[in-house]
Nanobody, 121 residues
Framework: QVQLVESGGGLVQPGGSLRLSCAAS????????MGWFREAPGKQRELVAT???????NYVDSVKGRFTISRDNAKNTVYLQMNSLKSEDTAVYYCKASRPQLFGLRPIDYWGQGTQVTVSS
């Protein structure tokens, strides 16, 4: 059974910082690409950042230069450091693990339960 547990969300003022963590159970972490997504009220869930098993990263344009995704394979944990937060960053943030499959099959995705981030003065 794979479980992803996010933590680190909360209320922060504009310009502030938060660090989200996502701890993965099971044996999939080291072979999985990891990602952070967010879903704001009335909007579709969107990709925020991804990191491959080799450490390559990708970000949505709106967070480039402000957010940093990283992973610690020894702790089975992926992080999202969020700096210079804006009100438009307010959303529920979800962690996703994508476990590869053989023979060209699509990866299997696992999701966490989400953590609320609210940026407000």
């Amino acid at each position: 059974q794979v479980q992803l547990v996010e933590s680190g969300g909360g209320l922060v003022q504009p310009g502030g910082s938060l660090r989200l963590s996502c701890a993965a159970s099971g044996s999939i972490f080291r072979i999985s690409a990891m990602g952070w997504f967010r879903e704001a009220p009335g909007k579709q869930r969107e990709l925020v950042a991804t990191i491959t098993t080799a450490g390559s990263t990708n970000y949505v344009d709106s967070v480039k230069g402000r957010f940093t995704i990283s992973r610690d394979n020894a702790k089975n944990t992926v992080y999202l450091q969020m700096n210079s937060l804006k009100s438009e960053d307010t959303a529920v943030y979800y962690c996703k693990a994508s476990r590869p499959q053989l023979f060209g099959l699509r990866p299997i995705d696992y999701w966490g339960q989400g953590t609320q981030v609210t940026v407000s003065s």
